[in-house]
């Protein structure tokens, strides 16, 4: 059984912090990995996808991705309101891809 | 990039009628084609792909069947809902290893 691990949360960062949110998923053949953000009532949307070992950066997001560990992180730098929301991460795991539960997170102002 | 058409945004049925949702595909053809349920506060659950016409894959043992008539166009039924079957339903589309695109999702209570 395929399956992603992650923290339901609620993680709460004040207004301009960084907010670090964490993954880990059990297939290591997984070539690609995401992270989607999904507000309250709504559909989930791509924020990052990474494929390689590393960091991966796209203005405040930073994506982490560690195969040997099997982890995989996304940074939000300079948090704002309006990044408050579920973040699900997801692998893709040949015709389907595996969502974890998403962390909720919450940016005070 | 793919558009997810997917109608009612919500939906209220009572227990033991009939489920029709359907989904339709803009800007790419042959998808990979998803029906997912999110129950509240919790991950989405695959309920069925399908990789072609008429070729439907089912994940999860239930009450709901699916099917694709044309290419582009997704179909999740049921003859009749049970309590269990409220969710939020998301269609999707994506090729392998790549970004899913999903369309708006239906709310459905089933009372």
């Known amino acids: 059984q395929k399956e992603v691990e992650q923290n339901s949360g609620p993680l709460s960062v004040p207004e301009g912090a960084i907010a670090s949110l964490n993954c880990t998923y059990s297939?290591?053949?997984?070539?690609?990995f995401f992270w989607y953000r999904q507000y309250s009532g709504k559909s989930p949307e791509l924020i990052m996808f990474?494929?390689?070992?590393g960091d991966k950066e796209d203005g405040r997001f930073t994506a982490q991705l560690n195969k040997a560990s099997q982890y995989v992180s996304l940074l939000i730098r300079d948090s704002q309101p309006s990044d408050s929301a579920t973040y699900l991460c997801?692998?893709?795991?040949?015709?389907?891809?595996?969502f974890g539960a998403g962390t909720r997170l919450f940016v005070k102002a | 990039s793919q558009t997810i058409h997917q109608w009612p945004a919500t939906l209220v049925q009572p227990v033991g009628s009939p489920l029709s949702l359907e989904c339709t595909v803009e800007?790419?053809?042959?998808?990979?084609l998803y029906w997912y349920r999110q129950a509240a506060g919790r991950g989405l659950q695959l309920l069925f792909y399908?990789?072609?016409?008429?070729?439907i894959s089912s994940e999860v043992p239930q009450n709901l069947s699916a099917s694709r008539p044309q290419d582009r166009q997704f179909i999740l039924s049921s003859k009749k809902l049970l309590l269990s079957d409220s969710g939020f339903y998301l269609c999707?589309?994506?090729?392998?290893?790549?970004?899913?695109?999903f369309g708006q999702g239906t709310r459905l209570t089933v009372v």
């Open positions: 997801a692998f893709s795991g040949g015709f389907k891809t595996i």
């Open positions: 297939d290591r053949g997984s070539q690609s």
């Open positions: 990474i494929y390689s070992n």
């Open positions: 800007g790419t053809s042959n998808p990979n």
């Open positions: 399908s990789v072609g016409i008429g070729q």
């Open positions: 999707a589309s994506h090729r392998v290893n790549t970004e899913a695109f």
